[in-house]
């Protein structure tokens, strides 16, 4: 058994050892100048018309300050059982979306909305 648990042990050390040492990334490095052409980068605008096609409520009813410079989109994974039971309900999940606003915009004075 002993010997079986020491086979495992040098299995799995293995495994990170080679997890960590590779540096094979299929994405490039980008440079500078590529990533400022980006259609996103410091362009809202394309964030809203995205959020409008999919039929996202207006800024205006989702963050708390009108000062913002910027916009973050957030995806939440909510998991509930087989039945649909447990986790936060759309209300709660508004309201905690809200009072991250909150914090950052009049709390904080921090130009971002999420």
Sequence with gaps: MKEFFL???AALFSLVIHAQD???CATPDMDTTDFYNLPWFDNNQLLE???DSIGYPNAS???VDQNIRY???LK?????DDNGNGGPSQL???AMIDNLNRLFNEVNNI???F
């Design 7 to 9: 086979l495992i042990l």
């Design 22 to 24: 590779s540096t094979d």
């Design 61 to 63: 009813m989702r963050i």
């Design 49 to 51: 018309d995205f959020l």
């Design 76 to 80: 939440l994974w909510i998991y509930r």
């Design 111 to 113: 130009p971002i909305a």
């Design 71 to 73: 916009w973050i989109p």
């Design 92 to 94: 709660q999940v508004q």
